[in-house]
């Protein structure tokens, strides 16, 4: 039987789903002539600090940002070439980021890789310090640093690693090709994790409308030690951290808890590619792939270097088909972030860039609540989106933190579902990010 | 129609007796189990503005004038009811209610349409705090006022509005409760002394070519008016200028000399006394 969890909704295929439009197209390498490299593309106290100066030539895979603090991961040049700028650009961020701009030579000069070898014969306490090395955050949008994911504090009981492997976000298709492209590397990052943490079950979970990668990574996982692939129903949001879990094993992660409560670790297996290339040659994390698709003349799934421009990654694919796009989003359509222009670089995370006509990205104006309820049943969470909207729109903090709104994990789930096109995950957000403030000031 | 009148008088006897009894012991718990209640802290309640605005710091007016008459709270801690709310208060406790010059919330921006460049059409959740997460908030300044209202939802005396992609403030209706300061995300409302006319409307940090791209009224730091201010009142710091409203004698020479009209006086000069 196919594993699930409660709740969830199934984006239309025809008209929201997208994912048609780049599901047999084969990753393409791009290489643009410039890159615009974030130095905070991962979840830390501070970005990573700077150690190279404008006009320095630089080779690819070179460290130009060091770590600051224990999660903290440097940042490598993404091409060869020499340094146009260090300074703050705006990004997706609320304040400008620190960057490094890098002008290519295309000569694509590597600096010297040291791997470990084998994953399965390597020193296993070398793993997690190779995979710092390599500046490895989570692939799948969140960019938590991978080595602190895999450094299990002292008493956590950990059984399971979980790949996530569902991308059930709209549009994308980047794991998807590449868990068909490239299955025995997913496989091999699982089982450096797993080594590294002393795991013994490795489940790769995968949705069933991507019969083909199962099967790919079906054939790489056979025999190999304590590998198991796992096949999950088709709906959203099957790949969010709890979903996953509770489908692939049965528990659930505690209110206000993280996976290491349930026993689970739970990865991406853009990550574990990503892993696996640093443990076995060394090689840091300079590129992903990154479907680029949407009102695009080609929708494509591109390897990207990390700093690539959005404008030149859709250039790539023929440019818009439209005059003037309405909203171009890096991330799929329930979860990613509108950029507000072309210059947004793309980074560890991004793994889509969407671009919508106006008609599609207008907002639809809101109507009253009809309790239907529909929210109720489909939140993956079993909270009452309809009620904790309400609260919001009141002011009444108090009681939408009664009411569990810091469980909600903003899967918009609610919001699509909605036949009053009210904009309930907007107001849950912006809740949650007062509530967080005031929790800071300590209110 | 033969009527007893001896059951009038049973039924009269009954219930008044019953009365009676209930009165009475009604009458004994209440002296017995009285709750001492100060008739100050009535009275204090009563004096208070009443919006419950919360900006006195404690639970409501009943919650500052329980504070007031047991000594935590200043008896001009009511900044919504102003002066005369002081002054009741202080009676009431037989104190003096000190001076406290009118207050008032002035937005410190200039940031509208067409003044403050647009960095993106924003369509999505009208609040300012969702909109200053959005890179970097959709004006080009990443410090200006955003106009999504935040403020005006907190208002509980109606004194704000939102013009022409700004916060406008009705300073006869303001009282200073401070409640708009709090919430701005962007920290750019100040409650300042009512007679502080002449202010500088900008706190963009940037210095330079970011803040003349990012608005036309953006504080550029060029400290023209550090060099013209007589009275040591004005310094740049942190990439904008700012007035020591205790040094600053309103003659506004400051504004005359700024080049990019950031600093505004309101109403002309005012009589100090």
Redesign the interface.
Same mark, same amino acid.
């Given at each position: 039987m196919m594993k699930s969890f409660r709740g969830g909704v199934h984006p239309l295929p025809g008209l929201h789903q997208g994912k048609p439009l780049t599901d047999s197209k084969p990753v393409k390498p791009y290489v643009s002539e410039m890159v615009c490299i974030p130095l905070n593309m991962h979840i830390a106290a501070a970005p990573s600090k700077p150690i190279v100066k404008k006009g320095d030539r630089v080779l690819m895979g070179q460290v130009i940002a060091e770590a600051v603090g224990p999660r903290g991961i440097p940042v490598h040049a993404s091409v060869s070439g020499t340094v146009k700028e260090v300074g703050n650009v705006?990004?997706?961020?609320?304040?400008?980021s620190p960057c490094i701009t890098i002008e290519n030579d295309f000569q694509d000069e590597w600096v010297e890789l040291h791997g470990l070898g084998n994953v399965e014969n390597c020193d296993a306490s070398a793993i997690i310090p190779a995979i710092q090395a390599a500046g490895i955050c989570g692939m799948g949008g969140a960019g938590f640093p991978t080595h602190a994911k895999l450094t299990l504090p002292e008493g956590a009981k950990v059984d399971t690693i979980i790949l996530n492997g569902a991308e059930c976000e709209t549009y994308l298709n980047a794991d998807h090709r590449l868990m068909l492209e490239n299955p025995v590397r997913v496989v091999d990052g699982l089982r450096a994790a797993m080594r590294a943490t002393g795991v013994e079950n490795g489940y790769i979970a995968i949705e069933d409308n991507k019969r083909d990668a199962i099967a790919a990574v079906t054939k790489a996982a056979t025999g190999r030690k304590g590998v198991h692939v796992v096949t999950l129903k088709a709906k959203y949001p099957q790949g969010a951290e709890k979903q996953i879990i509770k489908a692939v094993t049965g528990r659930e992660v505690p209110s206000g808890g993280l996976p290491m409560n349930a026993g689970c670790i739970v990865m991406n297996v853009g990550t574990a590619a990503a892993v696996a290339q640093a443990v076995i040659d060394g090689r840091p994390l300079v590129e992903r792939i990154t479907t680029v698709t949407g009102r695009v003349r080609e929708p494509s799934n591109l390897l990207l270097r990390v700093g690539t421009i959005f404008l030149d990654a859709i250039g790539a694919c023929g440019g818009y088909t439209v005059e003037e796009p309405g909203k171009i989003i890096a991330g799929g359509t329930m979860t990613g972030?509108?950029?507000?222009?072309e210059t947004i670089s793309v980074t560890k995370t991004t793994g889509g860039i969407v671009v919508l006509n106006k008609q599609e990205a207008?907002?639809m104006e809101e109507s009253p609540c009809i309790r239907c309820s529909r929210c109720v049943e489909v939140c993956p969470m079993h909270l009452n989106p309809y009620k904790l909207k309400n609260l919001c729109d009141m002011?009444d903090l108090e009681t939408a933190r009664k009411n569990n709104i810091m469980d909600c994990i903003l899967c918009s789930s609610c919001s699509y579902i909605c036949p009053s096109r009210r904009?309930i995950m907007?107001?849950i957000?912006?809740a949650r990010?007062?509530i967080a403030a005031q929790q800071k000031k300590g209110v | 129609m033969n009527i007893q009148w001896i059951h009038v008088v049973y039924a009269l006897l009954a219930l008044g007796g019953l009365g009676a009894v209930f009165g009475l012991v009604l009458d004994i718990a209440d002296k017995k189990f009285a709750v001492e209640v100060d008739e100050r802290v009535t009275r204090v309640r009563a004096a208070c503005a009443g919006a419950n605005c919360g900006a006195c710091g404690y639970p409501g007016c009943d919650g500052f004038a329980a504070a007031v008459v047991k000594g935590d709270a200043p008896v001009n801690g009511c900044t919504a009811g102003g002066a005369k709310t002081a002054a009741a208060i202080a009676e009431i406790m037989g104190v003096s209610a000190g001076s406290s010059e009118p207050r008032v919330a002035r937005l410190l921006c200039q940031g509208a349409v067409g003044i403050a460049k647009e960095?993106?059409h924003y369509?999505?959740?009208k609040?300012c705090?969702?909109a200053?997460?959005? &890179?970097?908030?959709p004006k080009m300044c990443?410090y200006s006022c955003i106009g999504l209202g935040d403020c005006m939802? &907190?208002c509980k005396f109606d004194a704000i509005r939102i013009e022409n992609g700004i916060a406008v403030f009705d300073e006869n209706k303001c009282v200073a409760c401070g409640m708009c300061e709090k919430t701005c995300p962007r920290h750019a409302i100040a409650v300042v002394p009512k007679d502080a006319t002449v202010l500088v409307r900008c706190q963009n940090s940037d210095i330079g070519r970011p803040a003349v791209e990012a608005c036309t009224h953006a504080c550029i730091a060029c400290k023209r008016c550090e060099k013209t201010c007589q009275y040591d009142a004005i310094h740049v710091s942190n990439g904008f200028a700012s007035i020591d409203t205790s040094k600053c004698t309103r003659c506004g020479e400051c504004a005359k000399v700024c080049p990019r009209g950031c600093i505004t006086v309101i109403g002309g000069q005012v009589e100090v006394a």
């Amino acid at each position: 039987m196919m594993k699930s969890f409660r709740g969830g909704v199934h984006p239309l295929p025809g008209l929201h789903q997208g994912k048609p439009l780049t599901d047999s197209k084969p990753v393409k390498p791009y290489v643009s002539e410039m890159v615009c490299i974030p130095l905070n593309m991962h979840i830390a106290a501070a970005p990573s600090k700077p150690i190279v100066k404008k006009g320095d030539r630089v080779l690819m895979g070179q460290v130009i940002a060091e770590a600051v603090g224990p999660r903290g991961i440097p940042v490598h040049a993404s091409v060869s070439g020499t340094v146009k700028e260090v300074g703050n650009v705006q990004q997706l961020g609320a304040r400008t980021s620190p960057c490094i701009t890098i002008e290519n030579d295309f000569q694509d000069e590597w600096v010297e890789l040291h791997g470990l070898g084998n994953v399965e014969n390597c020193d296993a306490s070398a793993i997690i310090p190779a995979i710092q090395a390599a500046g490895i955050c989570g692939m799948g949008g969140a960019g938590f640093p991978t080595h602190a994911k895999l450094t299990l504090p002292e008493g956590a009981k950990v059984d399971t690693i979980i790949l996530n492997g569902a991308e059930c976000e709209t549009y994308l298709n980047a794991d998807h090709r590449l868990m068909l492209e490239n299955p025995v590397r997913v496989v091999d990052g699982l089982r450096a994790a797993m080594r590294a943490t002393g795991v013994e079950n490795g489940y790769i979970a995968i949705e069933d409308n991507k019969r083909d990668a199962i099967a790919a990574v079906t054939k790489a996982a056979t025999g190999r030690k304590g590998v198991h692939v796992v096949t999950l129903k088709a709906k959203y949001p099957q790949g969010a951290e709890k979903q996953i879990i509770k489908a692939v094993t049965g528990r659930e992660v505690p209110s206000g808890g993280l996976p290491m409560n349930a026993g689970c670790i739970v990865m991406n297996v853009g990550t574990a590619a990503a892993v696996a290339q640093a443990v076995i040659d060394g090689r840091p994390l300079v590129e992903r792939i990154t479907t680029v698709t949407g009102r695009v003349r080609e929708p494509s799934n591109l390897l990207l270097r990390v700093g690539t421009i959005f404008l030149d990654a859709i250039g790539a694919c023929g440019g818009y088909t439209v005059e003037e796009p309405g909203k171009i989003i890096a991330g799929g359509t329930m979860t990613g972030i509108c950029a507000p222009n072309e210059t947004i670089s793309v980074t560890k995370t991004t793994g889509g860039i969407v671009v919508l006509n106006k008609q599609e990205a207008t907002s639809m104006e809101e109507s009253p609540c009809i309790r239907c309820s529909r929210c109720v049943e489909v939140c993956p969470m079993h909270l009452n989106p309809y009620k904790l909207k309400n609260l919001c729109d009141m002011n009444d903090l108090e009681t939408a933190r009664k009411n569990n709104i810091m469980d909600c994990i903003l899967c918009s789930s609610c919001s699509y579902i909605c036949p009053s096109r009210r904009w309930i995950m907007s107001s849950i957000k912006n809740a949650r990010e007062i509530i967080a403030a005031q929790q800071k000031k300590g209110v | 129609m033969n009527i007893q009148w001896i059951h009038v008088v049973y039924a009269l006897l009954a219930l008044g007796g019953l009365g009676a009894v209930f009165g009475l012991v009604l009458d004994i718990a209440d002296k017995k189990f009285a709750v001492e209640v100060d008739e100050r802290v009535t009275r204090v309640r009563a004096a208070c503005a009443g919006a419950n605005c919360g900006a006195c710091g404690y639970p409501g007016c009943d919650g500052f004038a329980a504070a007031v008459v047991k000594g935590d709270a200043p008896v001009n801690g009511c900044t919504a009811g102003g002066a005369k709310t002081a002054a009741a208060i202080a009676e009431i406790m037989g104190v003096s209610a000190g001076s406290s010059e009118p207050r008032v919330a002035r937005l410190l921006c200039q940031g509208a349409v067409g003044i403050a460049k647009e960095r993106y059409h924003y369509d999505g959740y009208k609040s300012c705090q969702m909109a200053s997460q959005m &890179v970097g908030g959709p004006k080009m300044c990443p410090y200006s006022c955003i106009g999504l209202g935040d403020c005006m939802d &907190v208002c509980k005396f109606d004194a704000i509005r939102i013009e022409n992609g700004i916060a406008v403030f009705d300073e006869n209706k303001c009282v200073a409760c401070g409640m708009c300061e709090k919430t701005c995300p962007r920290h750019a409302i100040a409650v300042v002394p009512k007679d502080a006319t002449v202010l500088v409307r900008c706190q963009n940090s940037d210095i330079g070519r970011p803040a003349v791209e990012a608005c036309t009224h953006a504080c550029i730091a060029c400290k023209r008016c550090e060099k013209t201010c007589q009275y040591d009142a004005i310094h740049v710091s942190n990439g904008f200028a700012s007035i020591d409203t205790s040094k600053c004698t309103r003659c506004g020479e400051c504004a005359k000399v700024c080049p990019r009209g950031c600093i505004t006086v309101i109403g002309g000069q005012v009589e100090v006394a």
